[in-house]
Protein backbone atom coordinates (compact mmCIF):
# COMPACT_ATOMS: atom_id res chain seq x y z
CA UNK A 1 0.00 0.00 0.00
CA UNK A 2 1.51 3.81 -0.91
CA UNK A 3 2.15 5.88 2.04
CA UNK A 4 -0.12 9.04 2.27
CA UNK A 5 0.49 12.07 0.23
CA UNK A 6 1.24 15.60 1.94
CA UNK A 7 -0.05 18.81 0.65
CA UNK A 8 1.07 21.87 1.79
CA UNK A 9 -1.08 25.20 1.09
CA UNK A 10 -0.07 28.47 2.43
CA UNK A 11 -0.97 31.78 1.09
CA UNK A 12 3.01 32.59 0.58
CA UNK A 13 4.36 30.28 -2.11
CA UNK A 14 7.92 30.63 0.07
CA UNK A 15 6.15 29.43 3.56
CA UNK A 16 5.18 26.70 1.05
CA UNK A 17 8.01 25.51 -0.96
CA UNK A 18 10.28 26.09 2.56
CA UNK A 19 7.81 23.84 4.51
CA UNK A 20 7.74 21.38 1.66
CA UNK A 21 12.09 21.33 2.17
CA UNK A 22 11.66 20.47 5.18
CA UNK A 23 9.23 17.81 4.36
CA UNK A 24 11.42 16.46 1.98
CA UNK A 25 14.70 16.70 4.43
CA UNK A 26 13.21 14.93 6.76
CA UNK A 27 11.46 12.09 4.73
CA UNK A 28 13.08 12.14 1.40
CA UNK A 29 11.31 10.76 -1.38
CA UNK A 30 9.22 8.34 0.74
CA UNK A 31 5.62 10.24 0.44
CA UNK A 32 4.31 11.86 -2.32
CA UNK A 33 4.71 15.64 -1.88
CA UNK A 34 2.91 18.70 -3.43
CA UNK A 35 2.66 22.83 -2.45
CA UNK A 36 0.82 25.52 -3.64
CA UNK A 37 1.09 29.18 -1.97
CA UNK A 38 -0.34 32.30 -3.99
CA UNK A 39 -3.63 33.54 -5.67
CA UNK A 40 -5.01 33.28 -8.95
CA UNK A 41 -3.47 37.10 -9.46
CA UNK A 42 0.17 36.25 -8.10
CA UNK A 43 -0.22 37.82 -4.91
CA UNK A 44 -0.66 36.18 -1.38
CA UNK A 45 -3.40 34.09 -1.14
CA UNK A 46 -5.03 30.83 -1.89
CA UNK A 47 -6.27 29.26 -5.04
CA UNK A 48 -8.82 26.83 -5.49
CA UNK A 49 -7.72 25.59 -8.96
CA UNK A 50 -4.13 24.90 -7.93
CA UNK A 51 -5.03 23.74 -4.52
CA UNK A 52 -6.93 20.88 -6.67
CA UNK A 53 -4.00 20.31 -8.94
CA UNK A 54 -1.50 19.77 -5.73
CA UNK A 55 -3.89 17.32 -4.31
CA UNK A 56 -3.65 15.35 -7.57
CA UNK A 57 -0.32 15.84 -7.86
CA UNK A 58 0.49 14.03 -4.33
CA UNK A 59 -2.80 11.75 -4.91
CA UNK A 60 -1.89 8.13 -3.23
CA UNK A 61 -4.28 5.62 -2.72
CA UNK A 62 -3.92 5.78 1.45
CA UNK A 63 -5.07 9.10 0.76
CA UNK A 64 -3.97 12.82 0.88
CA UNK A 65 -3.34 14.64 4.26
CA UNK A 66 -3.63 18.92 3.78
CA UNK A 67 -1.52 21.19 5.87
CA UNK A 68 -2.96 24.65 5.39
CA UNK A 69 -2.06 28.42 7.14
CA UNK A 70 -4.72 30.50 8.07
CA UNK A 71 -8.62 31.08 6.98
CA UNK A 72 -8.59 31.39 3.39
CA UNK A 73 -6.06 28.39 3.05
CA UNK A 74 -8.66 25.84 5.37
CA UNK A 75 -12.02 27.29 3.40
CA UNK A 76 -10.50 27.08 0.31
CA UNK A 77 -9.12 23.61 0.81
CA UNK A 78 -12.57 22.41 1.74
CA UNK A 79 -13.98 23.37 -1.47
CA UNK A 80 -11.55 21.71 -3.53
CA UNK A 81 -12.01 18.27 -1.28
CA UNK A 82 -15.39 18.37 -2.01
CA UNK A 83 -15.20 18.88 -5.75
CA UNK A 84 -13.21 15.81 -6.21
CA UNK A 85 -14.77 12.82 -7.71
CA UNK A 86 -16.61 10.78 -4.77
CA UNK A 87 -14.33 7.90 -4.53
CA UNK A 88 -11.12 10.52 -3.85
CA UNK A 89 -13.48 12.47 -1.74
CA UNK A 90 -13.45 10.65 1.64
CA UNK A 91 -9.60 10.75 0.80
CA UNK A 92 -8.58 13.50 1.72
CA UNK A 93 -8.60 15.62 4.94
CA UNK A 94 -7.53 18.93 5.79
CA UNK A 95 -5.31 18.36 9.40
CA UNK A 96 -5.74 21.05 12.05
CA UNK A 97 -2.22 21.94 13.15
CA UNK A 98 0.64 24.34 12.68
CA UNK A 99 1.71 23.96 8.82
CA UNK A 100 5.52 23.37 8.91
CA UNK A 101 5.16 21.26 12.01
CA UNK A 102 2.01 19.63 10.83
CA UNK A 103 3.48 18.75 7.79
CA UNK A 104 6.49 17.28 9.22
CA UNK A 105 5.06 15.25 11.25
CA UNK A 106 2.52 14.13 9.38
CA UNK A 107 4.83 13.12 6.60
CA UNK A 108 7.24 11.72 9.14
CA UNK A 109 3.93 9.10 10.53
CA UNK A 110 2.90 8.77 6.69
CA UNK A 111 6.57 7.40 5.63
CA UNK A 112 6.24 4.61 8.34
CA UNK A 113 3.30 3.56 6.30
CA UNK A 114 0.29 4.91 8.68
CA UNK A 115 -2.80 5.05 7.53
CA UNK A 116 -4.69 8.93 6.74
CA UNK A 117 -6.81 8.96 9.62
CA UNK A 118 -3.44 7.94 12.17
CA UNK A 119 -1.40 10.53 10.01
CA UNK A 120 -3.88 12.83 10.96
CA UNK A 121 -4.10 12.41 14.61
CA UNK A 122 -0.88 12.79 15.12
CA UNK A 123 -0.46 16.21 12.85
CA UNK A 124 -3.16 17.37 15.10
CA UNK A 125 -1.80 16.34 18.37
CA UNK A 126 0.60 19.16 17.76
CA UNK A 127 -2.66 21.39 17.82
CA UNK A 128 -3.23 23.68 20.45
CA UNK B 1 -32.79 37.51 -3.25
CA UNK B 2 -33.10 36.83 -6.76
CA UNK B 3 -37.29 37.96 -7.23
CA UNK B 4 -38.83 40.69 -8.28
CA UNK B 5 -42.29 42.19 -6.82
CA UNK B 6 -45.13 39.74 -8.33
CA UNK B 7 -46.80 41.91 -11.18
CA UNK B 8 -50.14 40.89 -10.40
CA UNK B 9 -49.65 40.93 -6.39
CA UNK B 10 -49.53 37.30 -5.89
CA UNK B 11 -46.81 36.00 -3.68
CA UNK B 12 -46.55 33.04 -5.83
CA UNK B 13 -45.97 34.43 -8.99
CA UNK B 14 -43.12 33.37 -10.98
CA UNK B 15 -41.38 35.99 -12.94
CA UNK B 16 -39.46 34.95 -15.20
CA UNK B 17 -35.77 36.12 -15.78
CA UNK B 18 -34.66 37.44 -19.48
CA UNK B 19 -31.60 37.52 -20.96
CA UNK B 20 -31.32 41.21 -20.72
CA UNK B 21 -32.96 40.93 -16.87
CA UNK B 22 -30.12 38.32 -16.06
CA UNK B 23 -27.25 40.62 -17.56
CA UNK B 24 -28.24 43.82 -16.16
CA UNK B 25 -28.74 41.58 -12.74
CA UNK B 26 -24.98 39.83 -13.05
CA UNK B 27 -23.65 43.20 -14.38
CA UNK B 28 -25.14 45.58 -11.74
CA UNK B 29 -23.74 42.76 -8.74
CA UNK B 30 -20.06 42.85 -10.18
CA UNK B 31 -19.84 46.29 -10.84
CA UNK B 32 -21.33 47.00 -7.37
CA UNK B 33 -18.59 45.40 -5.98
CA UNK B 34 -15.82 46.71 -8.54
CA UNK B 35 -16.80 50.58 -8.10
CA UNK B 36 -16.03 50.27 -4.51
CA UNK B 37 -12.54 48.54 -4.13
CA UNK B 38 -10.76 50.98 -2.54
CA UNK B 39 -13.49 51.28 -0.12
CA UNK B 40 -12.99 47.45 0.56
CA UNK B 41 -9.34 48.05 0.43
CA UNK B 42 -9.81 50.64 3.15
CA UNK B 43 -11.99 48.67 5.01
CA UNK B 44 -9.55 44.96 5.15
CA UNK B 45 -6.90 47.18 5.67
CA UNK B 46 -7.95 48.56 8.82
CA UNK B 47 -8.88 45.10 10.47
CA UNK B 48 -7.69 42.63 7.95
CA UNK B 49 -5.16 41.41 5.41
CA UNK B 50 -6.19 44.42 2.54
CA UNK B 51 -7.04 42.34 0.17
CA UNK B 52 -10.74 41.59 0.10
CA UNK B 53 -11.16 44.66 -2.52
CA UNK B 54 -8.55 43.65 -5.03
CA UNK B 55 -9.63 39.80 -4.45
CA UNK B 56 -13.44 41.12 -5.46
CA UNK B 57 -12.56 43.14 -7.99
CA UNK B 58 -10.52 39.86 -9.41
CA UNK B 59 -13.75 37.63 -9.39
CA UNK B 60 -16.36 40.01 -10.62
CA UNK B 61 -13.83 41.01 -13.91
CA UNK B 62 -13.24 37.53 -14.66
CA UNK B 63 -17.53 37.38 -14.54
CA UNK B 64 -17.72 40.00 -16.12
CA UNK B 65 -15.47 38.46 -19.13
CA UNK B 66 -18.17 35.64 -19.35
CA UNK B 67 -21.32 38.15 -19.08
CA UNK B 68 -22.43 36.49 -22.39
CA UNK B 69 -22.27 33.09 -21.49
CA UNK B 70 -23.68 33.86 -18.02
CA UNK B 71 -26.57 35.48 -19.52
CA UNK B 72 -27.21 32.59 -22.47
CA UNK B 73 -27.63 30.12 -19.31
CA UNK B 74 -30.64 29.35 -17.46
CA UNK B 75 -31.04 31.10 -14.58
CA UNK B 76 -30.23 28.08 -12.40
CA UNK B 77 -26.66 27.46 -14.69
CA UNK B 78 -26.07 31.43 -14.64
CA UNK B 79 -25.46 31.35 -10.67
CA UNK B 80 -23.36 28.64 -10.75
CA UNK B 81 -21.18 30.04 -13.10
CA UNK B 82 -20.71 32.82 -11.48
CA UNK B 83 -20.23 30.88 -8.12
CA UNK B 84 -17.62 28.91 -9.97
CA UNK B 85 -15.69 32.16 -11.58
CA UNK B 86 -15.58 33.58 -8.09
CA UNK B 87 -14.11 30.41 -6.36
CA UNK B 88 -11.85 29.71 -8.63
CA UNK B 89 -10.38 33.99 -8.95
CA UNK B 90 -11.53 35.63 -5.97
CA UNK B 91 -8.85 33.73 -3.78
CA UNK B 92 -8.85 34.35 -0.01
CA UNK B 93 -11.61 33.01 2.39
CA UNK B 94 -14.45 35.07 0.21
CA UNK B 95 -13.69 33.21 -2.77
CA UNK B 96 -15.02 30.06 -1.55
CA UNK B 97 -17.74 31.81 1.02
CA UNK B 98 -19.51 33.70 -2.24
CA UNK B 99 -18.91 30.90 -4.55
CA UNK B 100 -21.18 28.53 -2.26
CA UNK B 101 -23.65 31.15 -2.11
CA UNK B 102 -24.26 31.68 -5.75
CA UNK B 103 -23.61 27.35 -6.29
CA UNK B 104 -26.49 27.00 -3.78
CA UNK B 105 -28.63 29.79 -5.10
CA UNK B 106 -28.10 27.47 -8.29
CA UNK B 107 -28.73 24.73 -6.99
CA UNK B 108 -31.92 25.32 -5.28
CA UNK B 109 -34.25 28.13 -7.63
CA UNK B 110 -35.69 26.98 -10.44
CA UNK B 111 -35.28 29.12 -13.64
CA UNK B 112 -38.41 30.99 -12.97
CA UNK B 113 -38.23 31.93 -9.02
CA UNK B 114 -41.50 32.41 -7.18
CA UNK B 115 -41.26 34.84 -4.61
CA UNK B 116 -41.60 32.07 -2.18
CA UNK B 117 -39.06 29.95 -3.82
CA UNK B 118 -36.36 32.59 -3.94
CA UNK B 119 -36.95 32.93 -0.51
CA UNK B 120 -36.18 29.49 0.28
CA UNK B 121 -33.34 29.66 -1.94
CA UNK B 122 -31.41 32.35 -0.32
CA UNK B 123 -32.00 30.89 2.93
CA UNK B 124 -30.71 27.42 1.50
CA UNK B 125 -27.73 29.63 0.43
CA UNK B 126 -27.37 31.70 3.80
CA UNK B 127 -27.20 28.00 5.43
CA UNK B 128 -24.63 26.59 2.94
CA UNK B 129 -22.41 29.85 3.86
CA UNK B 130 -22.73 29.15 7.37
CA UNK B 131 -21.36 25.95 7.06
CA UNK B 132 -18.84 26.67 4.54
CA UNK B 133 -17.16 29.46 7.12
CA UNK B 134 -18.18 27.52 10.30
CA UNK B 135 -19.56 30.79 11.17
CA UNK B 136 -22.74 32.42 12.29
CA UNK B 137 -24.16 35.57 13.08
CA UNK B 138 -22.74 37.92 15.20
CA UNK B 139 -19.14 36.78 14.21
CA UNK B 140 -18.52 40.59 12.43
CA UNK B 141 -18.42 38.29 8.99
CA UNK B 142 -21.08 39.09 5.79
CA UNK B 143 -23.37 36.97 8.02
CA UNK B 144 -24.24 39.98 9.85
CA UNK B 145 -25.79 41.40 6.75
CA UNK B 146 -26.75 38.04 4.86
CA UNK B 147 -29.04 37.13 7.66
CA UNK B 148 -30.79 40.39 8.06
CA UNK B 149 -31.34 41.01 4.41
CA UNK B 150 -33.00 37.18 4.31
CA UNK B 151 -35.24 37.85 7.12
CA UNK B 152 -36.45 41.22 5.99
CA UNK B 153 -37.04 39.06 2.19
CA UNK B 154 -38.82 36.09 4.00
CA UNK B 155 -41.29 38.48 6.02
CA UNK B 156 -42.35 39.98 2.39
CA UNK B 157 -40.12 43.01 2.66
CA UNK B 158 -40.24 45.20 -0.92
CA UNK B 159 -36.51 46.03 -2.38
CA UNK B 160 -36.30 49.12 -0.28
CA UNK B 161 -36.66 47.41 2.69
CA UNK B 162 -34.00 44.70 2.37
CA UNK B 163 -31.51 47.41 0.52
CA UNK B 164 -32.11 49.02 3.70
CA UNK B 165 -31.67 46.28 6.05
CA UNK B 166 -28.49 44.84 4.29
CA UNK B 167 -27.32 48.42 4.92
CA UNK B 168 -27.79 49.11 8.25
CA UNK B 169 -26.85 45.70 9.31
CA UNK B 170 -23.10 46.20 7.54
CA UNK B 171 -23.54 49.59 9.48
CA UNK B 172 -23.75 47.74 12.73
CA UNK B 173 -20.86 45.57 12.09
CA UNK B 174 -18.77 48.46 13.28
CA UNK B 175 -19.03 47.99 17.40
CA UNK B 176 -18.52 44.18 16.89
CA UNK B 177 -15.84 42.45 17.97
CA UNK B 178 -14.39 39.64 15.36
CA UNK B 179 -14.24 36.25 16.35
CA UNK B 180 -13.76 34.51 12.87
CA UNK B 181 -11.79 35.68 9.96
CA UNK B 182 -8.68 37.14 10.02
CA UNK B 183 -9.48 40.42 12.05
CA UNK B 184 -10.45 37.89 15.11
CA UNK B 185 -7.01 38.25 15.54
CA UNK B 186 -6.82 41.85 16.76
CA UNK B 187 -9.70 40.93 19.14
CA UNK B 188 -10.88 44.18 20.86
CA UNK B 189 -8.98 46.44 18.15
CA UNK B 190 -11.65 45.08 15.49
CA UNK B 191 -13.94 47.13 17.14
CA UNK B 192 -15.12 50.41 15.88
CA UNK B 193 -14.20 49.19 11.75
CA UNK B 194 -16.93 47.97 9.31
CA UNK B 195 -16.29 44.41 8.24
CA UNK B 196 -15.05 44.41 4.61
CA UNK B 197 -17.63 41.48 3.89
CA UNK B 198 -20.17 42.46 5.60
CA UNK B 199 -19.74 45.66 3.34
CA UNK B 200 -19.53 43.60 0.08
CA UNK B 201 -22.56 41.75 0.38
CA UNK B 202 -24.56 44.96 1.00
CA UNK B 203 -23.21 46.09 -1.51
CA UNK B 204 -24.23 43.09 -3.71
CA UNK B 205 -27.65 42.86 -2.23
CA UNK B 206 -28.08 46.39 -2.84
CA UNK B 207 -27.67 46.26 -6.06
CA UNK B 208 -30.00 42.98 -6.31
CA UNK B 209 -32.94 45.07 -5.19
CA UNK B 210 -31.89 48.39 -7.02
CA UNK B 211 -32.60 46.55 -10.07
CA UNK B 212 -35.80 44.86 -8.75
CA UNK B 213 -36.93 48.23 -7.05
CA UNK B 214 -36.37 49.72 -10.41
CA UNK B 215 -38.22 47.90 -12.18
Same mark, same amino acid.
Given at each position: ?AN ?8 S????EG ?9 GD???LA ?6 G?G????F?A?T ?7 S ?11 G ?7 A ?6 P ?6 V??AP ?6 I???E ?5 D???V??VA ?5 | ??S?? *? /?D ?5 ? /? *?????? !? ?6 I %?????ER $?D????LD????DGD?G?NM?R??? +?????L?S?T???? @?????? $????LV? !? /??? +??? *????T?F??L??E? @??A?? &??? %?A ?5 A?A? $??A?G ?13 ? *?AF? +? ?5 D?A? $? &?A??L??AE??? @??R ?10 ER ?5 DPG???AA???? %? /?C??F???
Amino acid at each position: MANVGIVIVSHSPKVAEGAAEMVRQMVGDDVPLAWTGGNSGGGLGTSFEAITDAIQRAWSDAGVAILVDLGGAETNSEMAIESLPAPKRKKVVVCNAPIVEGAVIAATEASGGSDLETVRRVAEELSP | MISAE *P /VDGRQDAR /V *PLDEER !KRRLINAI %ARSVIER $VDELTALDSAIGDGDHGANMKRGFE +AVLQSLDSLTAMSL @PDSLKG $VGMTLVA !K /VGG +ASG *PLYGTLFLTLGKEL @PDAPS &RAA %AASGFGAALAA $VKARGKSDVGQKTMLDVLE *PAFR +AFAAGGDAAT $V &RAAALAAAERTI @PMRATRGRASFLGERSIGHMDPGARSAALMIG %A /VCDEFGAN
